[in-house]
Each structure stands twice: as structure tokens, then as C-alpha cells.
């Protein structure tokens, strides 16, 4: 009997091991990616020299779920991302989306994702004021697919209009607006993302408003960094500024880094990973900034170490944008909706030298708190007793490594839920 207990065990924390990933998603605006017009020409930015340098920032970043904007309509230059850039030097895990274009537009979206992780389920357009906005819905690849259980991430990619004027940012608000009406009339609330070029200059315009500050709050994003304000030309956001890259212009536009431009917005069930994909604290990056690029040039003194020298170089190259990047935790186990026992439970995750607790039990309760890592060995192993229904706690884990665990919460009659953590 003893060692069958092991063995379940065992297995079962085999399949929390192999249910658990980190999912890298990355938002880049490519530049006229095969558009050329009297501007940018096949001379200035040609996608044959466009190519080795995406490849090398690619290679850097390793996305699992890479949205683009500015690519041409045409399918040649959509599948020459995957073969010239992604499915290279013996990689053939990426594949891409499906075009639609029904704005008729010069310049489009796409998505790129990394097979051995994720699946692709559907492609809508939720609306087509001036450019598509399009929505990419994903799947999560872990064994609970074998038993019907989906772990679905809707990933939307937005170019909204450019310019400052009046108009520019009306009709920036009306495409957000469009957007939200969509989800809000389509979908649930669950794991959303809205990430590409919005051109916002600050956070006080209506598309902004109507992205964080809908009506429905339970469909608004959130700003991972929570960086709000006037982004443009202001020092302050030096650190994440995503355009320009150049400061002279000809297909790319001059200036200095004096924007943010390019963001990624979360549904706020992926901050806080209520439907089992969560965002990863800190993981939010502006590839190659180091915060002293104001109104300068990705290049110009001091030297950029933000990244290698080759990557930096290969930015300057391909765009006037920088890609902006976060991390996922996905896990089944972040799912904590069916405690049977507890009324709220939240912790901090992931964490650092503490493990820190709040529970709310429907009636006081006898609790214990096993902490294990991914082989079954136990860490940590305290009682504790609920006398009013609540209870905040702090267990120590500063001399624990870094990696994936699993909290094990249980009461006196034998009922229990796991938790992962991940501790950085």
C-alpha cells in the first residue's frame, strides 16, 4: 500500500510538472514588412535585408506567441517570416495565422506561435475601422487536453490609427470602443490580451480609457507595469519609451526614443491567474531599452548594454519600433475555483523569501500547509487553526532554490487543493 501511495504520488506530480509552462509573448511592429511605398522602398528597407536581422532578435527572445504589425497582405511575405526568420537552423515548431484583411488595408497583423505549446483554434476580426483588429484564439497544450480540459488564451493584435491631431485620436477611441463592444457582446470574461502599436501619446485619450476603464470592468485590461500618464516626450518613461529607434529619418521615422507606442494589456483574470494562465511579475521588457535612450538613437552613446551588441545592432536595423515582450505562467493549478472548503484564498505569486497567505474558510477549520518541489519532497509541513473563518500567515522560504512548487492546502476532514508557486 505504501509504496502504491508513492507511486500515485509520484505520477501525479509528474503530470503537475508537465501541466505547468512559461509562455514568452512578444508584440513587434515590423516596418513595411514587404509594403513598399515612396518612403520606405525596396531599397531602404528591403525584406531580404530585413530578414538576418529579425532572425537574430528572434533568436534572442525565443517568443512562444509573436504578434506583428506592419506586414504587407500578401501570403509570401507572411510565410517568408516563418521560413527566412523562424523555422531556422533546425527550429520547426512556429506556425502563423490566418490573413483576412477586411479593412483593405496596405499593412496588416499577424500572429506566430510556437506549436510544441500552444494550438490554434479560430481567427476573428473585431472590427476594421482603418486597420483590422484581429483576434487570435489559442489553446494551451497540457495532458488535461486528453480529458476535454482547455486552457483557451484570446490574444488580440492592434494597429490603431497614427497622428496626433484631433481626429487621429477619435478615431483611435472608436476603434477601442469597437473592440470592447465585440469582446463584450462575444465572449466571457477570461484570459484576454490586446497588444501592437496603439500610438497613444497619453493615457488620457478615449482609446486608453475604453481599453482600462470600460463600463463592463470586468472585461477592462490592465497595464502589467501600471506605467500611466503622459508618455510622450516625457523623461519620466524614459525607461519605456518603444519608438523611435532613429533619430534621423528616411523609412523610419527621426527623432530619438521619445514614445510609447507599443504595449501589451492583460485581462485582469491573467494578472491575478484566476482561469490558469497568469502574468509573471516583472517579466514585462521593452527589448533594448535601457532607460538612456532619451531622444536618442537606439545606438548613440552611452553604450547600449540592454542586450547583446548583435541584437541591439539587428533592432536598429529592422525597425523604428522596439518589441515589447511579457511572460505567462500557465498551470491548472492556478485555477482555485474549486475549493470546497475556503470562501477566498490568495497568494503571493510568485514570490520571493516569503510565502504569504490569506484564506478565508466557511467555518473555523484545523489547516495544514505542506509545500513540496515537482519530485514530491516536502519543504515545509505547518498547522495552523482557523478560529474566526480567516487567516493571514507567512512561511519562510528564503533558503528554498528557485523553481516551481507545490502548495498543498488541507483541513481536518481530509479535503484539500494544490496551488503552484513559482519562486523567483
Avoid at 481626429?167 to 477611441?173: C, V
Avoid at 457582446?185 to 481599453?211: C, H, V
Avoid at 514614445?259 to 494578472?271: A, E, N, P
Wanted: overall charge neutral; some cysteine; charged content about 20%.
Amino acid at each position: 500500500m505504501f509504496k502504491k501511495s508513492l507511486l500515485v504520488t509520484a505520477l501525479c506530480f509528474s503530470m503537475i510538472a508537465r501541466a505547468q509552462d512559461t509562455i514568452t509573448v512578444m508584440t513587434y511592429n515590423l516596418l513595411n514588412y514587404g509594403n513598399y511605398t515612396s518612403y520606405c522602398t525596396s531599397s531602404n528597407n528591403n525584406a531580404s535585408v530585413k530578414d538576418p536581422a529579425l532572425k537574430t532578435i528572434m533568436t534572442y527572445a525565443k517568443p512562444d506567441i509573436l504578434c506583428v504589425n506592419e506586414i504587407s497582405p500578401s501570403a509570401t511575405y507572411h510565410q517568408r517570416i516563418l521560413t527566412n526568420v523562424l523555422n531556422v537552423d533546425g527550429v520547426t515548431k512556429y506556425a502563423r495565422g490566418t490573413i483576412k484583411n477586411l479593412a483593405s488595408s496596405d499593412i496588416v497583423n499577424m500572429i506566430y506561435y510556437n506549436t510544441e505549446k500552444l494550438g490554434y483554434h479560430s481567427h476573428r476580426v473585431v472590427q476594421s475601422s482603418v486597420r483590422d483588429i484581429d483576434l487570435f484564439r489559442l489553446y494551451i497544450i497540457t495532458p488535461d487536453l486528453l480529458s476535454g480540459d482547455t486552457i483557451y488564451v484570446s490574444v488580440m493584435t492592434a494597429h490603431l490609427k497614427a497622428g496626433s491631431s484631433t481626429s487621429d485620436a477619435i478615431s483611435r477611441g472608436t476603434m477601442a470602443r469597437n473592440v470592447m463592444a465585440y469582446i463584450k457582446n462575444n465572449f466571457q470574461p477570461g484570459n484576454f490580451m490586446i497588444m501592437g502599436d496603439f500610438n497613444l501619446y497619453t493615457s488620457d485619450e478615449e482609446a486608453w480609457q475604453q481599453f482600462t476603464n470600460y463600463t463592463y470592468l470586468q472585461y477592462a485590461f490592465v497595464d502589467p507595469i501600471n506605467k500611466i500618464g503622459n508618455w510622450n516626450n516625457n523623461v519620466n518613461f524614459a525607461e519605456w519609451h518603444t519608438q523611435s529607434t532613429h533619430t534621423s529619418s528616411n523609412c523610419f521615422s527621426g527623432g530619438g526614443m521619445d514614445d510609447r507606442f507599443d504595449f501589451i494589456l492583460t485581462s485582469k483574470d491573467i494578472r491575478d491567474g484566476k482561469k490558469a494562465v497568469k502574468y509573471i511579475p516583472g517579466s514585462y521588457k521593452t527589448i533594448g531599452q535601457d532607460g538612456m535612450r532619451f531622444n536618442k538613437s537606439l545606438t548613440d552613446y552611452p553604450t547600449n548594454n540592454s542586450a547583446p551588441e548583435e541584437v541591439i545592432n539587428a533592432l536598429y536595423a529592422s525597425s523604428d519600433h522596439l518589441p515589447v515582450m511579457l511572460k505567462l505562467m500557465a498551470d491548472k493549478t492556478l485555477d482555485i475555483s474549486e475549493i470546497s472548503f475556503a470562501e477566498y484564498f490568495n497568494v503571493v505569486n510568485p514570490l520571493k523569501d516569503i510565502v504569504q497567505i490569506d484564506i478565508k474558510t466557511l467555518r473555523p477549520e484545523n489547516l495544514r500547509f505542506e509545500l513540496f518541489d515537482l519530485s514530491g519532497k516536502s519543504l515545509l509541513d505547518k498547522n495552523q487553526k482557523t478560529t474566526s473563518g480567516s487567516l493571514q500567515l507567512n512561511f519562510d522560504v528564503k533558503n528554498i532554490p528557485s523553481g516551481f512548487y507545490i502548495l498543498k492546502v488541507s483541513n481536518q476532514e481530509g479535503r484539500s487543493f494544490s496551488h503552484k508557486l513559482i519562486k523567483l
